[in-house]
């Protein structure tokens, strides 16, 4: 079953914009994850961020996260057209580890 | 250096027919291996994970199986194919102590 859900599904911005994600779950995790697919690859790692952390920051990357609200963001500034893909969150519960359970994601267009 | 392959890259296969794919990982020892699969389109489900030789833990019901023979290779077969097994399989592999999950390029799985 599906524990993280992305918000919007589909993102259509202009190069040089920001792209925001966002990204809900229902139970009490361990930590939540972003990854980046580009059409018909694997999924690549790209952030973690623990449940007792609030922010994190990688490169053009920052991630959120409100363990009150089961819920994260995704920011990615100054966005370029390489970073069309689609993303996910995908969450490792309490009660699970070892396991992630993926959302349904975003797909984001980066216009030139 | 750590790498997954997994193979073959596209499949297509008629219904009723055996299947099997392999993924392996290079590069580390007794990692935790899982099975995905993604419908065209959508997140990622889980559908086997092991954390060593001949432990399989399966996550959704059907019609098919996995087996991990050595410790860094894990296999995904079944006997008999249905049109809903279509779909993008991805392999992926945890380090002991890590987080972030590699995954492997998938295989495009056609039932025809």
């Keep these: ?112 | 250096s750590q790498t997954i392959h997994q193979w073959p890259a596209t499949l297509v296969q008629p219904v009723g027919s055996p299947l099997s794919l392999e993924c392996t990982v290079e590069g580390t020892s007794n990692p935790n291996l899982y099975w995905y699969r993604q419908a065209a389109g959508r997140g990622l489900q889980l559908l086997f994970y092991s954390v060593g030789i001949g432990q399989i833990s399966s996550e959704v019901p059907q019609n098919l199986s996995a087996s991990r023979p050595q410790d860094r290779q894990f296999i995904l077969s079944s006997k008999k194919l249905l049109l809903s097994d279509s779909g993008f399989y991805l392999c992926a592999w945890l380090e002991q102590g890590n987080y972030g999950y590699t995954f492997g390029s998938g295989t495009r799985l056609t039932v025809v």
Excluded at chain 1, 8 to 26: D, H, V, W
Excluded at chain 1, 41 to 61: A, P, Q, T, Y
Excluded at chain 1, 65 to 86: E, H, M, N, V
Aim: one cysteine or more; proline letters at 2%.
């Design chain 1, 1 to 112: 079953s599906q524990q993280g859900e992305e918000d919007p599904q589909a993102l259509s911005i202009q190069e040089g914009e920001n792209a925001t994600m966002n990204c809900s779950y229902k139970t009490s995790i361990n930590n939540l994850q972003w990854y980046r697919q580009n059409s018909g690859r694997g999924l690549v790692h790209l952030i973690l961020i623990r449940s007792n952390e609030r922010e994190k920051h990688s490169g053009r990357l920052r991630v959120t996260l409100d363990t009150s609200k089961k819920s994260s963001s995704l920011l990615i500034t100054a966005s370029r057209a390489a970073d069309t893909a689609s993303y996910f969150c995908a969450t490792e519960s309490m009660d699970s580890s070892y396991k992630l359970i993926f959302g349904s994601g975003t797909r984001l267009l980066v216009r030139p």
